[in-house]
């Protein structure tokens, strides 16, 4: 994982660095930038309300997402335990990693984003590098997701596990993927629910910390669904697909930006003369 940071009071940013070099940074606002491409619903409504809706683990696209193989030797636990336990503690939203210039752009653009109709969005999460796991009073972390040709094994010995090694095994299970799926360069934000929340001592106040304007990000309940909230200092950029042509939705993105996101940067993507690498305009500011 890449990390950047941002000095106090300061809107520019510097990096990439890695888990090692950025320790000398760990005074100032430490963060990962990513990215996260949809069709055009709810893109509005997410900016609006400051929001992202958060999906269960037994609601991912894929039909192998947290499932492990099972021991030869004895069904420890059943797949629909095992499911129903991630369900009710933990809550996902994938992103992929802040690559520009990067030739895949164009697949995440055609499966994510309604065939280059939609938005690309750029996030940026306060981290603590070399968290591994660790809320450290937040709701949330970042891992990147190991991408395996074989799925993680539960233990004979699982419910005998002490307590670390069984959230190392949940864990290492949870970040598992297909090698079939590289192509997404996925980095995952993991989101307890709201019984561990308590437990961690996680509540709902705003602060702020130096130059991204922090809340710790708490989970609201709505008709069935699960939402984060953030700020708007979290988004660092917005960009238009190659063939989004709604003018309407357009205009009322960019009337949003100005009124409460004027900090990013809004580009539209456009098709270049040679080669398969997408070119971006900058549009605002």
């Not at 492990?68 to 797949?79: F, G, I, N, Q, R």
């Not at 030739?103 to 750029?122: C, F, M, P, Q």
């Amino acid at each position: 994982m890449e990390y950047y940071y941002r000095k106090q009071g300061d809107c520019e940013s510097s990096g990439p660095y890695s888990e090692t070099d950025i320790v000398q940074y760990q005074e100032h606002q430490i963060f990962v930038p990513v990215y996260n491409y949809s069709a055009q619903d709810y893109v509005l409504e997410t900016l609006q309300q400051k929001r992202l809706k958060l999906s269960l683990p037994s609601k991912m696209n894929d039909p192998f997402e947290c499932l492990p193989a099972w021991p030869d030797t004895k069904d420890v636990l059943s797949e629909d335990k095992l499911r129903e336990s991630m369900d009710r503690t933990t809550l996902f939203r994938s992103f992929t990693k802040y690559q520009p210039d990067d030739e895949k752009d164009n697949l995440l653009w055609s499966h994510y984003a309604d065939k280059h109709t939609g938005v690309r969005i750029g996030y940026a999460w306060k981290v603590q590098p070399n968290c591994n796991g660790e809320l450290q009073g937040r709701c949330y972390f970042l891992e990147d997701i190991n991408y395996v040709g074989k799925r993680p094994v539960i233990p004979d010995n699982l419910p005998d596990l002490p307590l670390e090694e069984l959230r190392q095994f949940a864990l290492n299970n949870a970040k598992a993927k297909s090698r079939s799926w590289k192509y997404e360069d996925e980095v995952r934000l993991f989101v307890v629910g709201e019984q561990l929340q308590k437990e961690h001592g996680i509540f709902s106040e705003s602060t702020t910390d130096g130059g991204l304007a922090l809340m710790e990000y708490p989970t609201i309940e709505e008709n069935g669904m699960t939402f984060l909230k953030f700020e708007s200092d979290n988004i660092f950029s917005i960009d238009f697909g190659c063939q989004c042509s709604d003018d309407n939705f357009k205009q009322a993105i960019l009337n949003e930006v100005k009124t409460n996101y004027p900090h990013v940067v809004v580009c539209e993507a456009v098709k270049p003369k040679t080669g398969y690498v997408l070119e971006y305009q900058q549009i605002f500011p």
